[in-house]
């Protein structure tokens, strides 16, 4: 490390290696900041914002009067995304199949497209839409946000909020061609930190998903997911 580097980084770099080697494993305790000072010849202000950092990154959890401890991993679930496409929610479905217990709550409303979902859904930016908010739970703790966007034509009715959009789609006379997804990383944003219970440091999956009927998009969608939770998988087929 460079001699130009702040204290801190030699505490927090030696502190998440021995994490990231399983010297420190899942609920170990981190030394105080009094011991830091003394194992690193550093001063209370460079150990107190190595903790700091090593919190923001996720890595560790404070207790009140009790310290720093590493914080636990959970098992990432493996989230088929090829999968229950015909399902009314196929993330529940998945979910599902592999034991979990999952309810999900919704809210429709409409709204203009917007210039990001205009372009993703080649309209105006002046089009009505219907945008349909889901928060989706396994055994009572949020796993997934996702917000849709459809034509009004389109749009659910209420007898039909328990059908597929594949089948409400053909139900219009359209045909489902083709899934698209893109996906990245990225810091989430305060409300969706609080609807997920997201500890700090942990990112989210973004998935931008749009449905197809031929060259026309009828649907779109913003998927977010915890990025400490899930393995995302596709199956491409040849």
């Known amino acids: 490390m460079a001699t130009s580097d702040p204290v801190y980084l030699r505490v927090v770099e030696d502190i998440r290696r021995q994490i990231t080697d399983g010297s420190l494993p899942p ?11 003394r194992k690193y010849q550093v001063g209370e202000t460079a150990a107190r914002h190595a903790l700091r950092v090593l919190a923001g990154e996720g890595l560790i959890i404070g207790r009140v009067g009790s310290g720093h401890y590493v914080r636990e991993r959970p098992d990432l679930t493996t989230l088929h995304r090829w999968r229950y496409l015909d399902h009314p929610a196929p993330f529940a479905a998945d979910l599902q199949s592999q034991g979990r217990r999952v309810t999900w709550d919704w809210h429709s409303e409409p709204a203009e497209a917007g210039p990001d979902i205009a372009r993703r859904l080649r309209l105006k930016e002046t089009t009505p839409l219907t945008k349909t908010r889901y928060v989706y739970r396994a055994d009572g703790r949020p796993l997934q946000l996702a ?45 969706e930190s609080d609807a997920l219970d997201l500890a700090a440091g942990v990112h989210v999956l973004h998935v931008e998903r749009t449905h197809w009927a031929g060259d026309r998009p009828v649907e779109t969608s913003d998927i977010v997911i ?6 995302v998988t596709y199956s491409m087929p040849i």
Do not use: C, N
């Open 147 to 191: 917000t849709s966007y459809e034509p009004l034509e389109f749009a659910a009715h209420s007898d039909e909020e328990r059908r597929s959009l594949v089948a409400r789609m053909y139900a219009h006379g359209i045909k489902i061609t083709e899934v698209v997804e893109s996906v990245h990383t990225r810091v989430p944003r305060p409300t």
């Open 27 to 37: 609920g170990a305790p981190i030394p105080s900041r009094a011991q830091l000072t």
């Open 226 to 231: 915890p990025g400490d939770r899930f393995r």
